[in-house]
């Protein structure tokens, strides 16, 4: 049992990297908080239920993007899957159409990309990262055609309920939603037999293959839940906005890739869970966060944004690094 | 013949033959297996042992024969079916999942079945333990010693309630204490009444403990007989047997004085590796495959990146650090895999020619095209490929014609050290003897050729001079005029 | 054996082309959508419409030139998006300060070093799968992009305000000899260059064979690192050429001008008949590639369909163009 508390302790120490850096940024701003000229409202609450409302989103997607990256693929669609169930829930709605009927039908429209994707990148055998690329491109043009470009928003105002509710003080559904979702996902990738197959498919194909794993099918399915995370964000996305874009998830594939190969998913396969790509989500979040209460951008105004670009290649770059090293030391 | 009281047979493989383009790897094999013994299986690279694995295991499928397991005829299986009947092999490249932990790779793909997560560990637990093997379930298989990765390997088949464990070169890369280990294991499983198929190229090991064995040459089954009725020297001499004299041309005369000195290379595989190479000399190598022969001729090339490396060409220190390297100095490497390494399979067969005299071919900057098809146009010819042109892709030659174009790509540059890794793998026998023609044609030139093979009698007949390279150190030099297959041999599986 | 007697798979020639149109019904289509066009909107023929094709046209073709060697090597460039709006904002914002000849002159450098940077990254990190080129570029095109935000501040620089002269940019948008504008002057001699270098120099060869098999070529002596500099720089002056001649014709700069070239370039590209996985393709190959893009864009707007509907066609020809190849690459191999 000795050495399964060394595991453990390793797992934790493997996982500290973002989280020291999450702890590296919370005591930064409490830093910055004791002196007058930096003093934000970091701490507030407002603040810290604000971060975690914007994060939530984010980490409904990263749940699926998780399962799909572990598999050894990934799908750069989700961003226009998102922008368009948001849009087509909302116009859905205000066509008359019941609130439950019209999330349904979503998810449907979610499972459809899903298999399109499923089917050219996994049975085509093609490469995922383009596939998915033209099929985000086709998803935000079916929003612009569908909006005129034109943000919709929602006549039924029950429809903005279902995410703003708030029910533990000033947390609301949106984020107990987010919390179902990953605990959804950690749980499958752990106990199920579909989950330790994803790991095992991204792991090592062949050896998964001749173990008598379904490869197909199990790089097939995560897409459809890739999708379908996607899905769920973009009505979650809409309800709490209470009006949809269809530009709305331009940079949200490479935001959510990035975050989760912060956290410790390898965008090679086979490494990676529900948990870690959480933490990364929740560094990225806390990051733009601080970076917004210290007012950077009245220092230079889009310096946040270059930071962020700047931080994700860095991320890239050394996940690729690790990966020559491996190679190298064969 | 197996002595008579023995129990019956648990696997037959009868009169199986698997053919592949240009190579017959399996010719009517008739073999049986009995429960309760460790049979050997001994044979140089490419006697078929392999093959005959992979069609056991359901990766390739027989031409024809007929295999009966357990009572079942076998005809066409997926691995995982083989597995489930009881049927388990431990390749040489192990089949684990590096990501994943040691009880997951021992039930993989079968996480629910056996009980989620807790049922897993602890039942992966108790099979380790069956073995004595104290290796943490959760610990990740990318950090286990190969050791320990082959125990969960064993693990995974007793899983599967196997009948027959058959072990793939297991000893390769073990350490002494290791062996002894796996030893262990093999008898506890033996006494379990589990057959074992053992393969191996070291002849200790097969008299050490294993109860029968089959020695394989060239596709065939040269005999089955009980280790107790056969020496050490009867074996070797079935498997090295075949020696056909015109097969080759006569040897090429060498007297040069020394080009090229390897003053030493030392990496994780090989240990201080000294050589010297004369002008006009082949020089052959023998070793076994994982012995270091390959690693060798890679750092020497400047293939791989090797920290300890001291060399000498023309009595002068040469730094290489890239095949570029090796080029510029005037060596040049035909490697062993030859779509992955050598060809470039999309392009044609003049630019796979000129590949490595491009840079020659290039006056500021611009390729003389040209010249680049008279080149191609006059290797074609004094190799004798068969192509319909210069321009067609090389992809649709055959394996032998793809292979002299490669040849073509470095005899244009007129290397002083050639080094050639398995040459005439998978050819047909009239280009192997154009390419031994070739190689004489080159020494004669002047030009020096370390040759790689696994096959013997290649080597004896082509080379003035035979180094023996084992577990990365070079062990053993001979004079193959006199020296006789077997002692080479013995001395490539390390005993004398 | 006419497809084996194909040199490189790309020399343009009647039988290749052939070859080509039979397997690339991509291209039939939008062959078969222009015939179409012209029978049901006779203005497509006209000299005012052609004349417009060839305007959109100069602003793509450019980054999908570059692009095309970077995917024959086996890589992918995504930063171009980035790279052009940086390039366009700098060579604007400095025309009064160093005069327009100069300013033209930093924006290309620009280009050319954030092409460097890309393959240093790339080198450096030892990506040398097309995902990770991939992954790397397109953050870097966050980078570029947020560097032109911040340089003016994501305020739209106008090329009409300027103090100094900007005949040089009038020029490029409207000058010219005969028919000949002067865009398309530059790009005619783009291609040239590049045509040369990817048919007859040993650094456009050693890039096709990188793109052919890797490990093959380094063995050979082809030196992989020096194709990787070579490709990102050439993708990053030509991006820098495509935002200098896209600033003189719609005279302004804006950061984010250049997003929609990222993606429509590798959709010339492949249309093209240029292979994603490398080792395939030219440079002339992505002209008729870009032209048959202009041209559909032209003939849906012709037809009076919407700009979304063509922006989500856009998506679906590049998962037809690299699914159809796919197929088309199987069959061969089989």
């Known amino acids: 049992m000795n050495a399964r508390i060394i595991e453990v302790s390793k797992t934790v120490l493997a996982l500290q990297k973002a989280f020291l850096a999450i702890i590296l940024v919370v005591l930064a701003m409490a830093v910055f908080n004791m002196i007058p000229a930096t003093r934000s409202e970091f701490f507030s609450q407002v603040n810290l239920v604000d971060l975690l409302k914007s994060s939530s989103i984010f980490l409904i997607l990263a749940m699926g993007e998780t399962v799909t990256l572990i598999a050894g693929g990934v799908d750069l669609s989700i961003g226009g899957l998102m922008a368009l169930t948001g849009v087509v829930v909302i116009q859905l709605i205000n066509a008359g159409v019941p609130i439950p009927v019209a999330i349904a039908l979503c998810l449907l429209l979610g499972l459809v990309v899903g298999a399109v994707n499923a089917f050219v990148s996994v049975y085509q055998r093609t490469e995922p990262f383009i596939i998915t690329l033209g099929m985000g491109i086709v998803l935000t043009g079916i929003g612009l055609q569908l909006t005129d470009a034109h943000p919709v928003t929602a006549t039924d105002q029950g429809f903005q309920s279902i995410a703003n509710t708030e029910i533990f003080g000033p947390v609301p559904i949106l984020v107990l939603v987010m919390l179902a979702v990953v605990a959804v996902v950690y749980w499958m990738l752990r106990n199920t037999s579909f989950g330790r197959n994803v790991y095992a498919v991204g792991g090592d194909y062949e050896v998964a293959k001749y173990s008598g794993i379904n490869v197909l099918r199990t790089k097939a399915a995560t897409y459809l839940i890739c999708s379908l995370t996607a899905t769920l964000g973009g009505v979650m996305l809409a309800s709490q906005l209470n009006s949809a874009s269809s530009i709305a998830g331009d940079n949200t594939p490479l935001y959510v890739v990035c975050a989760v190969v912060v956290g410790g998913t390898s965008v090679a396969g086979g490494i990676g869970g529900a948990i870690k790509s959480a933490i990364g989500l929740v560094l990225l979040g806390i990051l733009t966060n601080a970076f917004s209460m210290l007012r950077i951008d009245t220092l230079v105004s889009y310096l946040p944004t270059a930071l962020l670009g700047i931080i994700i290649v860095s991320i890239l770059w050394l996940d690729s690094y690790g990966r020559k090293r491996k190679r190298e030391a064969v | ?496 | ?334």
């Open chain 2, 1 to 496: 013949m197996v002595v008579a009281s023995a129990p019956a047979a648990l696997l037959t493989i009868n009169d199986v033959s698997k053919a592949f383009p240009g190579v017959k790897a399996l010719d009517h094999v008739t073999l049986e297996v009995r429960p309760g013994r460790v049979h050997g299986i001994v044979g140089e690279n490419g006697a078929g042992k392999s093959t005959l694995m992979k069609i056991l295991s359901g990766v390739y499928e027989k031409d024809s024969g007929e295999i009966t397991f357990d009572g079942n005829v076998i005809d066409k299986v997926t691995p995982v079916e083989s597995m489930h009947m009881g049927l388990a092999i431990i390749y040489q490249e192990l089949n684990l999942v590096n990501t994943m932990s040691v009880g997951e790779n021992v039930f993989l793909g079968r996480f629910a079945e056996s009980g989620g997560r807790a049922g897993v560990h602890a039942k992966a637990r108790a099979l380790l333990d069956s073995i004595g093997c104290k290796v943490d379930t959760h610990k990740q298989v990318s950090e286990l010693s190969v050791s320990d990765k082959q125990m969960v390997e064993i693990a995974k088949a007793l899983s599967f309630d196997s009948k027959l464990i058959i072990m793939d070169e297991p000893s390769s890369s073990l350490t002494n204490d290791e062996m002894q280990k796996l030893i262990k294991i093999i008898h506890e499983l033996k006494a379990k009444g589990i057959a074992i198929i053992y393969i191996s190229h070291k002849l200790d090991e097969i008299f050490g403990f294993c109860d029968v064995v089959t020695v394989m040459r060239d596709g065939h089954v040269i005999d089955t007989r009980d280790v107790s009725s056969i020496t050490r020297n009867e074996m070797i001499s079935m498997m090295v047997g075949r020696t056909i004299e015109n097969e080759y041309p006569p040897r090429p005369e060498c007297a040069g004085e020394t080009i090229l000195e390897i003053k030493g290379i030392s990496t994780r595989k090989l240990r201080d590796v000294k050589l010297t190479l004369r002008k006009g000399e082949i020089l052959g190598l023998v070793g076994l495959v994982g012995s270091g022969r390959t690693e060798l001729v890679r750092a020497l090339f400047g293939a791989d990146r090797v920290a300890g490396k001291s060399i000498l060409l023309d009595g002068k220190p040469v730094e290489i650090n890239s095949p570029k390297d090796a080029i510029n100095l005037g060596l040049a490497m035909v490697p062993e895999d030859r779509k992955l390494q050598g060809l470039l399979l999309g392009f044609a067969v003049e630019q796979n020619i000129s590949l490595a005299v491009l840079a020659r071919l290039t006056k500021r900057g611009f390729i003389d095209t040209k010249g680049e098809s008279s080149i191609s146009d006059r290797q074609i010819k004094a190799l004798n490929i068969k192509t319909p042109s210069g321009r067609t892709k090389i992809r649709s030659l055959s394996g032998g014609n793809q292979q002299k174009a490669i040849l073509g790509r470095w005899l244009e540059m007129s290397p002083r050290v050639l080094i050639l890794d398995e040459p005439t793998k998978g050819i047909d026998v009239g280009a192997k003897y154009e390419i031994y023609l070739l190689m004489k044609k080159i020494v004669e030139d002047g030009g020096s050729i370390i040759l790689i093979s696994s096959e013997l009698p290649e080597v004896l007949h082509m080379s003035n001079r035979v180094n023996t390279i084992c577990d990365g150190r070079i062990n053993g030099e001979f004079d193959p005029a006199v020296a006789s297959a077997d002692e080479i041999m013995a001395k490539a599986f390390e005993f004398a």
């Open chain 3, 1 to 334: 054996m006419s497809a084996s007697t194909q040199r490189l798979g790309g020399r343009v020639n009647s039988q290749t082309a052939i070859n080509l149109l039979k397997s690339n019904p991509i291209f039939v289509a939008i062959a078969a959508l222009a015939v179409v066009t012209s029978f049901v909107e006779p203005q497509f023929l006209t000299g005012e419409n052609l004349n417009n094709i060839i305007r959109q046209f100069g602003t793509l073709i450019f980054a999908a030139l570059g692009m095309t060697l970077v995917i024959m090597a086996g890589f992918l460039d995504l930063s171009i998006g980035g790279i052009i709006g940086l390039v366009a904002v700098v060579t604007v914002t400095l025309i009064d300060t160093v005069g327009q000849g100069p300013a033209i002159l930093i924006g290309l450098s620009v280009g050319l070093g954030c092409g460097l940077l890309n393959s240093a990254l790339i080198i450096s990190s030892g990506a040398l799968t097309q995902a990770e080129s991939l992954f790397i570029t397109y953050g870097m095109s966050l980078v570029y992009g947020a560097a032109a935000l911040m340089y003016v501040q994501g305020v739209t620089q106008f090329l009409t305000y300027s103090k100094t002269s900007i005949a040089l940019f009038d020029t490029i948008n409207s000058g010219g000899i005969g028919f000949l504008s002067v865009s398309a002057m530059i790009f005619l001699v783009c291609l040239a260059i590049l045509y040369v270098i990817e048919r007859r120099t040993y650094a456009g060869r050693a890039i096709v064979l990188t793109g052919g098999n890797k490990v093959a070529a380094r063995l050979a002596g082809i030196p992989i690192s020096r194709s990787i500099v070579i490709i990102y720089s050439v993708s990053g002056v030509m991006a820098a050429i495509g935002a200098v001649v896209l600033v003189s014709r719609v005279t302004l700069a804006d950061p984010t001008m250049g997003t929609p070239y990222m993606t429509q370039a590798i959709l010339a590209v492949v249309v093209g008949g240029t292979a994603l996985i490398g080792g395939r393709g030219s440079v002339m190959w992505t002209v008729v590639g870009t032209l048959l893009l202009i041209l559909l864009n032209n003939c849906l707007n012709l037809l009076e369909v919407s700009t979304y509907v063509q922006y989500m066609l856009r998506g679906a020809i590049l998962i037809m163009a690299i699914w159809l190849d796919r197929v088309k690459q199987t069959s061969v191999s089989k």
